[in-house]
């Protein structure tokens, strides 16, 4: 049960890791995809990180 656990907190820290990677590009000018697209995207992985990372917590408690 650990690893399932320690593998639900790596998921969702790479997720957040994108999130993040695609914030920082959407500040860069002159980036391909427009930059609603790379929010969008951010907005994604942060929520798919969050909710793993929810669930991570809840298997912890039990």
């Not at 969702?12 to 993040?20: K, T």
């Not at 920082?24 to 609603?36: C, D």
């Not at 991570?56 to 408690?61: E, I, T, V």
Request: glycine share 12%.
């Amino acid at each position: 049960m650990g690893g399932i656990r320690f593998g639900f907190f790596a998921l969702s820290a790479v997720l957040f890791l994108g999130a993040i990677h695609y914030l920082l590009a959407s500040q860069r000018p002159g980036s391909y995809p427009p930059k609603h697209v790379l929010r969008a995207r951010a907005t994604a992985l942060a929520g798919g990180g969050l909710v793993l990372f929810a669930f991570a917590m809840l298997l912890l408690l039990f």
